[in-house]
């Protein structure tokens, strides 16, 4: 080949990348821009009464929901997919039936009634995070000082089995005596994942490794118990930890009136309480306090202390784009963050990204806990 050529050839090449470069970044561009266009608004539904009447009404209202969820998510993803059995998950969540507290018990009994399916799935859905110890399931959190208050985002990152980002829930839980509830959720659950109360106290489950399990309340049902009740985050420090817990997990917990953040560390019999440095707190699968290695995040640790340390004034837009940043999208059936949040508990709000993958290249709707 002749010189002219063989530069006419790298010439092409030299255009030819750029321009094959400049097309996937519109395209991937394009395809988070369509995510956000097209995110639709969550659901948001207020149920109040006693725990009983609230989960008659959660049922009655989600029925095909909690059948079709509990269709796909535990018996063809927990139980075909991730290949355990159905006997063990029936086996543990009865274990643990005796220590949901009552008033809890009465809301699923309501719930399932009210669906019209067997107590045993619905008890099996809201205990199916403690017989598998929080395999596979991962979560990001930050809280930070912002201009009118503290801000705090959440990335609930789940294996998907294709349903969980698309099933989602926002309840507003209005028990007669008690505290009411945000909680982003899902049919059929009566615990909480991701909920704020309203006194502005928040609390964000996110999973770890390591350490002795125990035998007491199940993870989602006492936060939502927690929550009831507290009016600080020491509120929550102390249920959380008055009893042993069923596996290793790190809370973020926050007072929106008393401007606190703080990362309780939770093995089976140990735990820890981290409070915010340089004006933020961030957790995900690890240990920092506890004496415990092992785990993942650091790196996702990492970028949001990065980005929020020394921080007073974030914005939610400068959160919702860090969660963004640290979003799992990963295959079909994979790990993938299925829910996002951020929380200005001070106004009793939350803005909600769920039913696109990742979930905050979605967009994010604003839900107020008071009407």
Avoid at 12 to 17: A, E, G, K, S
Avoid at 272 to 298: Q, Y
Avoid at 350 to 355: D, L, M, P, R
Avoid at 360 to 369: A, D, M, Q
Wanted: glycine share 10%.
């Amino acid at each position: 080949m002749s010189l002219q050529n063989r530069l006419r050839s790298q010439l092409r090449i030299t255009w030819h990348l750029p321009a094959i470069l400049g097309v996937l970044v519109v395209l991937a561009g394009g395809a988070l821009t369509w995510n956000w266009a097209a995110a639709p608004a969550p659901r948001v539904i207020r149920l109040h009464g006693s725990h009983r009447e609230i989960g008659l009404q959660h049922g009655r209202l989600l029925r095909h929901e909690i059948r079709a969820l509990y269709d796909a998510y535990v018996v063809h993803g927990i139980v075909e997919k991730e290949g355990h059995s159905l006997e063990s998950l029936l086996a543990t969540a009865h274990h643990y039936d005796a220590r949901i507290p009552k008033a809890l018990r009465e809301e699923m009994h309501g719930i399932a009634d009210g669906a019209r399916v067997p107590y045993d799935e619905i008890l099996v859905m809201n205990t199916f995070a403690d017989a598998l110890l929080g395999r596979n399931r991962f979560c990001s959190a930050v809280a930070v000082h912002g201009k009118d208050g503290l801000l705090v985002g959440r990335n609930l990152d789940w294996v998907n089995h294709g349903v969980a980002h698309r099933s989602g829930v926002v309840f507003v839980l209005e028990p007669t005596g008690e505290r009411s509830v945000l909680s982003v959720g899902w049919p059929g659950i009566a615990g909480v994942v991701t909920g704020m109360n309203d006194r502005g106290v928040t609390v964000s489950l996110n999973m770890a490794f390591g350490g002795k399990d125990g035998d007491g309340t199940p993870a989602l049902l006492r936060i939502r118990d927690a929550l009831s009740r507290a009016t600080t985050a020491q509120d929550v420090v102390a249920t959380a930890t008055r009893e042993p817990r069923t596996m290793a997990m790190n809370w973020m917990v926050t007072s929106g009136d008393e401007d606190r953040a703080l990362v309780l560390e939770m093995t089976g019999d140990e735990y820890a309480v981290r409070p915010m440095d340089r004006g933020c707190a961030v957790t995900t699968n690890h240990f920092e306090a506890l004496p415990i290695h092992g785990g993942a995040g650091s790196d996702r640790t990492s970028l949001l202390r990065s980005r929020f340390a020394d921080h007073p004034s974030a914005t939610v837009s400068e959160i919702e784009r860090a969660l963004l940043r640290v979003a799992f999208l990963g295959p079909p059936e994979g790990l993938l963050t299925v829910q996002s949040v951020v929380f200005e508990p001070k106004s009793r709000v939350a803005h909600v990204a769920i039913g696109r993958i990742p979930a905050p290249s979605g967009r994010f709707y604003e839900v107020r806990l008071l009407q």
